[in-house]
């Protein structure tokens, strides 16, 4: 799992329900997920448990060039398969207002994009953007930002069908 988010989203439930803030503990304990080979990009809330997940704080991704956490999430998942999954809370509200849970202290688009572009030898087997509320979004930033992230992602994956396809 590579996760994307100002949320660790590992608070435990109570086995029956699923939700935006318990899902990723639900998946490791269900062995879904293997925190092993997993990284959460953008953290700066805090939860009990991070179940050996690593993590990338919101205030180390700001001292990071954008190369480095591409880097850091490849060296995570090389040679594994990958989901990708994009809480659009991981920017900063300046740059994604539109969203239910915001935490100010956030990368920029910039930033975040670049390094999404840089993962080109992660095995991408599915993503998705989530938590984009356009009732809170301001001129359509967020919705900007969340198509944004889909565009990177297909054209990640078209890459990657033009390495294997030649």
Known sequence: LVQFDA????WDDDGRRIDHGSFVARAVREGVVDPDRSIQV?????????FGIKIIHGHEVEEMRAA?????????????????????????PAFAPGTGT????????AKIFSALRQLTKVDIVGADVVEV??????ADI????GATVAQIYLGLLAEKKARVHG
């Open 7 to 10: 949320h660790q989203d590992t």
């Open 68 to 92: 480095d956490i591409a880097y850091a999430i490849t060296d995570r998942v090389y040679g594994h398969k990958a989901y990708v999954t994009f809480d659009i809370d991981c920017l900063d």
């Open 142 to 145: 967020t919705a900007i930002a």
């Open 102 to 109: 915001p935490v100010a202290g956030g990368p920029s688009s």
């Open 42 to 50: 953008g953290i700066r809330t805090h939860a009990p448990d991070d």
């Open 133 to 138: 509320a356009p009732p809170y979004d301001h």
